[in-house]
């Protein structure tokens, strides 16, 4: 309910009324926004609504979340979780930016993206807004939250603290051509040419197009007709292969650019020359560096080790659905009996969130025996948490000792002959 939190002081007062607060219960910082002026009869209402109730349902660690949306005195209010983290429009332009490290940054934001897609199809017809002031990172650049997803929440999610510059959210040369020709929001293609834009920038240290101290006709211009630099020629050991595909981001025509999030991202990851020295990924970005690698080698029982070391990475969806794709045909030859089972593919594929999700279609399907029946049980049941945290007991147990879950993992290891 509203009465959950407490408004503390009035930051906008436009459009839309827009308090810091903070919730009751914890003192947790929130952003309360109120449309003022809009009826239940309104398109605008309808749009308030969809929209709240479509970021409501997105949980990603990189998202604000939405703590409660309805009505404040019978007008639309939504209250977010506030980010308290600086933009990355305060940290570019200056200096140069390792490779990898830029690469990581953005690999979260267009993994964010990839996964939204993946939840949200109407998203490519949405219009998304994204620029370099939604895009908040920590001053130890480990930590990054992607704020302005969808158009009617940008200017409540992210206060404009910055209200005496021409464009707060900028610079002007950050947007793409399509919307500073036509207008609008553009779509996921758009956001791909304002990611392609801040790599760009953090790869050279300074702006791709135009200083934002210039003029905004100037800034345009610069987006719309001038080509966009090369980056070898300042920074050779980027390489070509990534060179091509962060100006392919920047392609001054829509439909020239990578068609969706997750397409650039794997094309962005497939050709980074930076090698993976820690066994372990900590992030998107190394966890896709190395399955790609394990990927072109054919190594299998590589990707399920990976999964092993790294579940909570492995687990993140643009990570998930990658790994799924090539560890699937393995896991579905063994369903049917046509391959022998591996102790090691099971384990690694029930610890990723693609994998349940075939699961619980592949049960429905007709024809199914008994026996496969029993395992698709068994192994949804296996990637629940307790199912985990049985399994893992039972794992570190004695030989012969029985403990709760050690059923199932007797089950599957007869059937795997110990593999």
């Known amino acids: 309910m509203l009465t959950d939190f407490i408004k503390d002081e009035e930051i906008h007062w436009f459009r839309h009324r827009i308090w810091k607060g903070h919730r009751r219960s914890d003192g947790q910082p929130v952003i309360i926004k109120v449309l003022k002026g809009v009826s239940d009869a309104d398109d605008a209402y309808n749009e308030f609504a969809a929209e709240a109730q479509r970021l409501a349902a997105l949980n990603h660690p990189c998202l604000p979340k939405v703590l409660w949306w309805g009505k404040d005195g019978g007008s639309p209010c939504v209250v977010v979780e506030k980010v308290e983290l600086p933009p990355l429009r305060d940290q570019i332009g200056m200096d ?129 007709f001038e080509p966009t630099p090369p980056v070898l020629t300042a920074r050779p050991e980027v390489g070509p292969e990534l060179e091509r595909a962060v100006l392919r981001a920047l392609e001054k025509l829509p439909s020239q650019r990578p068609a969706t999030a997750r397409a650039w991202l794997l094309e962005l990851l497939s050709c980074c020359p930076a090698a993976l020295t820690d066994p372990k990924p ?38 998930s659905d990658y790994l799924w794709e090539h560890l699937q045909p393995g896991f579905e030859a063994a369903l049917d009996g046509r391959e022998p089972w591996s102790w090691s593919l099971w384990q690694s594929a029930l610890r990723l969130p693609a994998c349940h999700r075939w699961l619980r279609l592949k049960r429905q399907e007709p024809g199914l025996d008994v026996l496969q029946k029993d395992m698709i049980q068994h192994m949804i049941w296996a990637g629940t948490g307790e199912g985990q945290s049985a399994i893992n007991t039972a794992e570190r147990a004695p030989e012969g000792e029985d403990g709760e879950g050690a059923g199932v993992v007797g089950f599957f290891r007869r059937l795997f002959g110990g593999s």
């Open 96 to 224: 140069r930016w390792g490779i990898q490290e830029a690469l990581d940054v953005i690999a979260a934001v267009c993994g964010t993206l990839a996964w939204v897609e993946a939840q949200d199809p109407d998203l490519p017809n949405l219009g998304t807004v994204i620029t370099p002031h939604h895009v908040r990172i920590s001053q130890d650049r480990r930590s990054v939250r992607l704020l302005g997803l969808y158009a009617l929440f940008h200017d409540g999610i992210v206060p404009q603290a910055n209200v005496g510059l021409v464009n707060p959210d900028g610079p002007i040369s950050s947007m793409a051509p399509e919307k500073l020709r036509e207008g609008g929001d553009g779509d996921v293609r758009s956001d791909l040419f304002t990611l392609g834009f801040l790599l760009h920038t953090m790869l050279l240290g300074r702006w791709t197009f135009s200083d934002p101290s210039q003029s905004m006709v100037h800034q345009c211009s610069a987006v719309i």
């Open 282 to 319: 900590h992030n998107v970005a190394q966890m896709l560096q190395a399955a790609r690698a394990l990927v072109f080698d054919g190594d299998t029982p590589g990707l399920a080790r990976l999964v092993l070391q790294a579940p909570r990475q492995a687990a993140e969806p643009v990570v």
